[in-house]
């Protein structure tokens, strides 16, 4: 068994940033474990038509590596999977990388006050602290239809898609139509005999009005970082100061952004029966808001239809709805997004008196900080329960979060100890809070969605990202057990 002080779960931004931050902290003694064959996380998985990030990129980027290359104000998958690896590059991580080594078992051992990581080819590695960076947006949901196995043709999800099939003159049903449905249906819709998007609910959607960046725009980006630095703070604050008031409930914020969304919707579909189809029933924010210069546009196409009535189930050639109206497939595409609870649903998890985290999570994640749980010491969670974000760059949080972890760590040196575990009613008085103020934001008021397990959000963060950093920025170890 191969002895390392770190082992870092997963090679996206997350993972990335933790081998970053060790590695500027002078610490070279850590792995980066990869299930796949390359590194990226979400930006490698999701290859769909139009994949790109919502959030832009002068953003959604590290702030310690200034991109002056972005072609787009909002980038395309391949674009941030490039800067991934450039970065990785750049920083040194090749050799910590280890691909293909999928972790499906976490035990700590007590007496020693070690983790043993597991892998699904067998082998095993023991590690003072575990970094786990999986992400909360890996695991497809696919839903289950009433003779799904029927149906004749090619059948896929948007998080895998199937590049082999072409979509040029098909008939296509697609499933879903949330953040990314709104990407590919556009670019399929070019291509396709007729479209056709089965929508449980509609979405709130902003319009992006993108473009691209100028030659002269990215001369002056790399020429005065000072002002790249500020552009990125208008971002951030236009999504702080803008879109997280109207999430919280402010009144004003609200009818802003819903204005901004319905303007958004009246400029493309003039049609009230379809109008009021596509307006949501639940509060801005409840649900991850949009945006898209190309989704309203696409269904005023005559070769793309809404239906509204639910998908029931599949005959070997067609879709059937709930009302008995059958819409004839030759492609079915799920963009039914994904499962995000349980957490660490792939890994066992067994942390202190052999007690699983699936039992400690019985009622629904949750972390201290998001970072850290009672019962599994120098587990160290990035982009864990309550740190997700419906307004700005979830990169923000990992950073604040690696930048935490490397603390936890210094500090445990120093006092020259072996772990950390978060007290028990630190945790606790923690989540109790974060919950009372969950409780009368928007991703409250709505009964189902990827933000919750049940009633409980246990997905997103409660507020801005200036409160979370601020929280994050000394780490008190008296709210730790240190052994
Ligand atoms: P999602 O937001 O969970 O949307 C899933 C869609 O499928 C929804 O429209 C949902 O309807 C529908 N659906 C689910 N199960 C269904 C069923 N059984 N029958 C009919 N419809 C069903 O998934 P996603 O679009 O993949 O996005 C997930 C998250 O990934 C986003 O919230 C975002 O955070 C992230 N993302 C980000 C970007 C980006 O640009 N940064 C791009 C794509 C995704 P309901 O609304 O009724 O549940």
Known sequence: METIKTVIIGSGFGGLCMGIKLKQAGDDDFIILEKADDLGGTWRENTYPGAECDIPSALYSYSFEHNSEWQFKWSGQQQILKYQHDTAAKYGLGNHLKYQAEVNSLVFDETQQRWTVSTTDGKQFKAQHVVCAIGQLHKLATPVFADADQFNGPLFHSGKWDHSVDLTGKNIVVIGNAASAVQFIPE?????????????????ILAKVDRPYSKREQQFSAKF???????????????????????KGNPISKWLVRKACLANLNKHVSDPELRAKLTPDYPVGAKRVLFSDHYFPTLARDNV????????????????????????????????????????ADIDVIGVGQRTIRDAWSDGAQAYLGVSTHGFPNLHLLYGPN???????????????????????????QLAKQSCEVKSEVEHDYNQELQARLSTMAFSKIENSWYKDGDKVTNNWVGGTREYVKRLKKIDMAAYTVR
Request: proline content about 4%; hydrophobic content about 45%; some cysteine.
């Open 188 to 204: 399929i819709a070019k291509v396709a005999k007729h479209l056709t998007i089965f929508q449980r609910s509609p979405n709130w």
């Open 225 to 247: 970082p000072f002002a790249a630095k500020l552009y990125r703070k208008c971002i951030w604050a236009l999504g702080e100061y803008g879109v997280l008031p109207a999430i």
């Open 305 to 344: 239809s809404l239906n509204t009535d639910g998908a029931a189930s599949f005959t070997s050639t067609a879709v059937v709805d709930k009302l008995g109206k059958q819409t004839d497939a030759d492609v079915i595409i799920y963009g039914t997004g994904f499962q995000t609870n349980p957490f660490l």
């Open 387 to 413: 740190t997700n974000l419906g307004h700005t760059s979830i990169i923000i949080m990992l950073e604040a979060q690696a930048d935490y972890v490397i603390q936890a760590m210094s500090n445990l040196d």
